[in-house]
């Protein structure tokens, strides 16, 4: 029993449903299902002081507004809670005043997917559950192995077999069956979920498992709260399957409905030039169609988004933009962050931030607007993409002559 989760709406046909474990996607229609709350119930168990107050820097301060049944237990790791730093320098370099990073890099097994492995596992492991499973370009994956390991779980990861060495060495470390699937990411997800349904595995696909993009919310509403219940004007966000976009949407429109903000943020969708299929659906005003995944950026190289319905819907709610950037303009923004502010970004992370660059050389954002440009996964996870942008160190030999030519 959840007193304070009404239920489970498909969003395409509107059809009701229980929240469980059972059902994940509409019995109606197939459609993907988004969790509803009884916002008045909430608001009698909590407000802003309360929240304020609250000494736990994790997400699960926000427990009140996540789908984690009573007496539930809760991953030991920290997970949320990520810093948000005003990015001055970056900033200046970029013509915006109030510019900041939200770095979910720093999670503890290195991505914002952590936000949804934590609620997977909690959920699995209070309906009695002993494994779980996913597929995934990487850091799904990763986050529900560290996840589960934390939590005592099982796991069973499927990933491309172009997943990147560092992400797959992590899912090794803990502890997870790891199968690596000679096809794409849509070869791979097929996999998986025949795979599940054959063995009763709990369900991380961030696709159709609907309590995941509610922990991925979590990242805003710690936004909101690190810059003390005033919404931003635009959140940037890199887009892959449209989870994360979706989970943005929902934790500032949770807010919203709570009356702890008065605005709601425009959404800056960004995507990868080569694999851009939510992005060219907006801006044609057409239904989504398959694209190839041409991008050195993995963890967003979704050719056919399993989550794009609520990810256009989020965007379009919040008259958002769409920017595209190349593969050059992602790894220059690697390097642009990095410089400019101490944060290392695998490429799916900074690509957020390459859409925030280019959309204000185009002047779509205000120079005073409050923009938060979200971090989603860190740089040492894929050292081989940051190599062919950073260059080469200067070889010297041991000794001070070396001073005239290298400094
Ligand atoms: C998964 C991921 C994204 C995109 O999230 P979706 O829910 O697939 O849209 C962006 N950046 C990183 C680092 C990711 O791992
Ligand atoms: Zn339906």
Redesign the pocket.
């Known amino acids: 029993m959840m007193k304070h989760v009404i239920g489970a709406v498909c969003i395409k046909c509107g059809a009701e449903h229980e929240a469980n474990d059972h059902t994940y996607t509409c019995t109606k229609c197939g459609g993907i299902l988004d969790i509803q709350y009884d916002y008045t119930y909430i608001k009698s168990q909590l407000n802003r002081e309360k929240l304020i107050s609250r000494n736990d820097d994790s997400m699960w301060r926000y427990r009140e507004l996540l789908p984690i049944e009573e007496g539930s237990r809760l991953t030991p790791l920290r997970v949320g809670w990520s810093p948000l730093y005003r990015a001055e320098k970056l900033g200046e370099w970029l013509g915006l005043r109030n510019l900041y990073i939200k770095d979910d890099g720093l999670n503890p097994t290195g991505?914002?997917?952590d936000r949804a492995s934590a609620i997977a596992v909690v959920r699995a492991h209070h309906a009695g559950m002993r494994t779980v499973a996913c597929s995934s370009t990487g850091?799904?994956a990763s986050s529900l192995a560290g996840n589960a390991a934390a939590m005592g779980l099982e796991s069973f990861i499927f990933v491309p077999e172009r997943a990147p060495k560092g992400k797959v060495a992590q899912l090794m470390i803990f502890g997870a069956h790891v199968i690596s699937v000679k096809g794409t990411y849509e070869d791979t997800f097929r996999l998986s979920a025949e795979a599940i349904e054959k063995w009763g595995w709990y369900n991380r696909n961030?696709a159709i498992n609907p309590y995941l993009s509610e922990g991925k919310k979590t990242v805003s509403l710690e936004i909101a709260e690190q810059l003390d219940f005033k919404a931003p004007d635009y959140v940037a966000v890199?887009?892959?399957?449209?989870?994360?976009?979706a989970g943005v949407w929902k934790g500032f429109k949770d807010l919203y409905a709570l009356g702890f903000i008065d605005t709601l943020p425009r959404l800056i969708s960004v995507q990868a030039e080569g694999c851009c299929p939510i992005n060219r659906a907006i801006e044609t005003n057409r239904p989504l169609e398959r694209m190839e995944e041409n991008t050195l950026a993995d963890?967003?190289a979704?050719g056919v988004p399993r989550?794009g319905e609520k990810a256009l819907r989020a965007i379009r709610e919040s008259q958002g933009i769409t920017v595209v950037v190349s593969d050059d303009e992602i790894l220059a923004a690697m390097r642009l962050l990095g410089a400019t502010s101490g944060v290392f970004g695998?490429p799916?992370?900074v690509t957020g931030t390459a859409g925030v660059k280019k959309a204000a050389e185009q002047g779509l954002i205000p120079e005073d607007a409050v923009v938060v440009s979200l971090v989603?996964?860190n740089g040492l996870k894929d050292v081989v993409s940051a190599q062919r942008i950073a260059g080469e160190p200067r070889y010297v030999s041991p000794d001070m002559g070396i001073a005239d030519t290298a400094f």
Not at 238 to 245: A, F, K
């Open positions: 991505s914002l997917k850091n799904a961030a890199s887009v892959g399957d449209g989870c994360t976009i963890s967003i979704v989550n695998e799916a992370g989603t996964g």
